[in-house]
């Protein structure tokens, strides 16, 4: 088997997806692009934390983890949520599945939310609603959430609630473990 040889980038081709980039900039979205073709190969919509944690791997991580848990323990996440399994379903009504992994969630969910502040855990709760943490309109959700108007505290306050979730993140074991202990022993 021989490799195919790429044909050669065409002019006119560049300029379509020069023009592309452009138009998808406007809109107000990141564009990453191949510099050997100028081929498009990636697109997404900045948000605060992309500004705000650039430089805090940490950080983005434990966003992104708190996010991956509200969508898991929401049955996001979950094949459960399929419609050829909710059609498939003899237990219960359908749409009423709840799975495992669905419960762990939420307890971890609980777990967390318990040792954070209460502004923090509503301030990030907010943000990772669908298209609130957008560049246009984070500052209006952590002032409504935190009464902030300082746009360098806004920032501050966000960088904070982030490390203090990647502080959280690290011994979310041993705080998932303490809470099960005390139910428990509770009941």
């Given at each position: 088997?021989?490799?195919?040889?790429?044909?050669?980038?065409?002019?006119?081709?560049?300029?379509?997806?020069?023009?592309?980039?452009?138009?998808?900039?406007?809109?107000?979205?990141?564009v990453?692009?191949?510099?050997?073709?100028?081929?498009?190969?990636?697109?997404?919509?900045?948000?605060?934390?992309?500004?705000?944690?650039?430089?805090?791997?940490?950080?983005?991580?434990?966003?992104?983890?708190?996010?991956?848990?509200?969508?898991?323990?929401?049955?996001?996440?979950?094949q459960?949520?399929?419609?050829?399994?909710?059609?498939?379903?003899s237990?219960?009504?359908?749409?009423?599945?709840?799975?495992?992994?669905?419960?762990?969630?939420?307890?971890?969910?609980?777990?967390?939310?318990?040792?954070?502040?209460?502004?923090?855990?509503?301030?990030?709760?907010?943000?990772?609603?669908?298209?609130?943490?957008?560049?246009?309109?984070?500052?209006?959700?952590?002032?409504?959430?935190?009464?902030?108007?300082?746009?360098q505290?806004?920032?501050?306050?966000?960088?904070?609630?982030?490390?203090?979730?990647?502080?959280?993140?690290?011994?979310?074991?041993?705080?998932?473990?303490?809470?099960?202990?005390?139910?428990?022993?509770?009941?």
């Amino acid at each position: 088997m021989s490799r195919r040889k790429k044909s050669p980038a065409v002019p006119a081709d560049i300029t379509a997806r020069r023009a592309e980039k452009r138009e998808l900039k406007a809109r107000g979205l990141e564009v990453n692009v191949d510099p050997r073709d100028e081929k498009i190969v990636g697109i997404w919509r900045p948000d605060c934390f992309n500004l705000l944690l650039k430089n805090s791997p940490a950080e983005a991580a434990a966003v992104q983890w708190l996010e991956d848990l509200i969508r898991t323990a929401s049955g996001e996440n979950g094949q459960e949520r399929r419609p050829d399994f909710i059609r498939s379903s003899s237990i219960g009504a359908p749409g009423q599945n709840v799975s495992q992994s669905m419960i762990d969630a939420d307890d971890m969910l609980s777990a967390v939310t318990e040792h954070m502040a209460p502004r923090d855990a509503r301030m990030l709760f907010e943000l990772l609603k669908p298209d609130e943490a957008l560049l246009t309109r984070w500052r209006d959700v952590v002032q409504r959430c935190t009464g902030e108007t300082n746009p360098q505290a806004q920032g501050g306050a966000v960088r904070a609630a982030c490390a203090h979730l990647a502080h959280i993140r690290t011994i979310s074991d041993r705080l998932l473990r303490d809470r099960k202990e005390r139910r428990k022993m509770a009941a």
